[in-house]
């Protein structure tokens, strides 16, 4: 499934909510209920775990 012009303005609202809001969290678990939408194979723990590497300047190489 491609994602449309509906899904990005989706995301962009998520995420300025969030921003407005100054909650991560609660974004992230948006970002995930979004994603498992998208896909039902989607990985949550991998999400959180290449989110978690990002934000800690981490490498995120064996996530793949």
Not at 41 to 53: G, I, K, L, T
């Amino acid at each position: 499934m491609v994602m449309t012009k509906k899904d990005f303005k989706e995301l962009a609202t998520m995420i300025g909510e969030s921003k407005a809001q100054g909650d991560y969290e609660g974004l992230i678990e948006d970002l995930i209920r979004f994603c498992h939408g998208q896909n039902e194979r989607f990985d949550e723990c991998r999400f959180r775990d290449w989110v978690d590497r990002i934000a800690n300047n981490e490498s995120t190489v064996g996530l793949g």
